[in-house]
């Protein structure tokens, strides 16, 4: 019900420090992934009736939000910042492998 605050937070405290972040981090990317997983599940949620466009907006209480937030929302979070992890390394790696061309001694068909 509420899983989708803890990727909310992280992705308006990235989407705010955003020009910070060097370029080669590709932190639009991250922005990407947290804001379409956040929009995903609020949309979701919207849909089974866990949140309301009204205030308190979840119906749940804390004794139920807070657990949740802790077991699914927090590895969600860790997940997703291990796919744009290894994004950037894919990346990097490419670019690295661009710069200084391809590798000497390596067998080529004729």
């Known amino acids: 019900m509420a899983c989708f605050l803890v990727p909310m937070g992280l992705a308006i405290l990235t989407t705010a420090f955003s020009r910070k972040f ?7 990317w991250l ?3 947290l804001w379409g997983g956040v929009l995903m599940l609020a949309i979701e949620h919207l849909a089974h ?4 466009p ?3 907006f979840l119906t749940a209480g804390i004794h139920e939000v807070l657990p949740e937030m802790l077991t699914v929302g927090v590895p969600m979070t860790f997940l997703i910042l291990a796919v744009w ?5 894919v990346d990097l790696k490419i670019a690295e492998r661009a710069r200084i061309g391809p590798r000497l001694g390596v067998l080529t068909r004729k």
């Open 49 to 52: 009736g866990e949140i309301v």
């Open 85 to 89: 992890s290894g994004m950037v390394l």
């Open 54 to 56: 009204y205030p308190p």
């Open 31 to 33: 922005n990407a992934l």
């Open 22 to 28: 060097p370029e080669k981090l590709k932190v639009s």
